[in-house]
């Protein structure tokens, strides 16, 4: 071996050599959860499993209870690779990809069946190739469940927040759905929102059950209206180069130490019931809708679909078409 052949070899020796102690160091995994909820039990399960199947071999720094920031924060992090994978809102990954703001479209949805069934057979694959130019890898997804209607006052027609004073995300599902009611849109964070409504500048918002309890609004807010109306979910996404420097083998074990999107369904809505069913123990009024409630939310809801994807742009139609080929599958499953 002469030397230029020698010094060649050498090079991509201690080439392989940093990428093998590279791949090895523990991802970082951003999230933001609280202590004994749901998404808490979600990544322990992901770690555990991890060290399990790596037999021990690999590893994962947790930072799952907010440690990294604001969710935008942690986005902005991911995607330069200073965290490695997390579970990040629709409404964040919007950021990246606009068109996501389709899966938040009022009343786009009739079950968490159905809502279930479009996302992991349908969009997991079709969405993973503009994950992937966004240097972002699409796993899996993890549901936060129905978005739904909070108020200092009792809500059960769609008249009743006409003129009030509603906080909503900068979000422009959400947005065009409040005004389309004829409500007074507030944006501001949500730790502002309890002093906001003890002082009168909010009079109610839209919240998931599991933030709902989580951020105790339910210390000041005392009907909860199941209105059902947008379906909220966050991706389990990865950064590319992170991902593309692992072995096959350790992608796989990090990939199957995901816990499956049903599992953790499951685990939101027993853990969603167990809060309803205890609601009047805190003095929380929950209204159910009938169908005849539910149908006149629903007409506002769908009227805004054709203005939402104007609004978004790009590939927002092509998106939604895709969600309704899905649907109409999802309905044609069982005939």
Same mark, same amino acid.
């Given at each position: ?158 008249? $009743? &927040?006409?003129?009030?004073?509603? *906080?909503? /995300?900068?979000?422009?599902? #959400? ?5 389309? =009611? ?98 009047? $123990? &805190?003095?929380?009024?929950?209204? *159910?809708? /009938?169908?005849?409630?539910? #149908? ?5 809801? =769908? ?33």
């Amino acid at each position: 071996m002469n030397f230029c052949t020698a010094f060649i070899a050498l090079t991509v020796a201690i080439h392989s050599s940093l990428v093998s102690v590279a791949s090895a160091e523990p991802p970082k995994v951003a999230g933001f959860a609280a202590p004994g909820t749901a998404g808490e039990v979600y990544w322990q399960k992901f770690y555990d499993s991890v060290v399990e199947l790596g037999e021990g071999r690999l590893d994962a720094t947790l930072m799952v209870l907010g440690e990294a920031g604001p969710e935008e924060t942690q986005f902005a992090g991911l995607r330069r690779n200073r965290l490695q994978m997390g579970g990040i809102s629709t409404g964040t990954l919007g950021l990246a990809l606009p068109e996501l703001a389709v899966l938040r479209a009022p009343y786009l949805f009739e079950s968490i069946e159905e809502a279930s069934y479009v996302l992991d057979e349908y969009l997991l694959d079709s969405l993973s190739q503009r994950f992937a130019e966004k240097n972002l890898v699409l796993l899996s997804w993890m549901m936060d469940g129905w978005m739904d209607l909070y108020a200092t006052f009792r809500i059960g027609l769609t008249t $009743d &927040v006409r003129g009030r004073k509603m *906080r909503v /995300s900068a979000d422009d599902s #959400a947005l065009l759905f409040m005004a389309a =009611l004829g409500a007074d849109v507030i944006q501001i964070p949500l730790s502002d929102v309890i002093p906001g409504m003890q002082t009168g500048l909010v009079e109610g918002g839209e919240q998931s059950i599991q933030i709902f309890a989580l951020a105790g609004l339910d210390s000041v807010a005392r009907n909860f209206a199941l209105t059902h109306h947008s379906y909220s979910t966050a991706g389990v996404v990865a950064n590319k180069d992170w991902w593309d420097g692992l072995s096959e083998q350790d992608q796989s074990v990090y990939r199957r130490s995901v816990p499956g999107a049903g599992w953790y369904r499951r685990v939101v809505q027993d853990r969603n019931a167990q809060y309803l069913e205890r609601a009047g $123990d &805190v003095g929380l009024k929950v209204l *159910r809708l /009938s169908g005849e409630q539910h #149908a006149s939310w629903q007409s506002i809801g =769908l009227d805004i679909h054709s203005e939402l994807i104007m609004k978004i742009g790009g590939d927002a139609a092509a998106l939604y078409d895709e969600i309704m080929t899905a649907k109409k599958a999802f309905a044609e499953r069982d005939q």
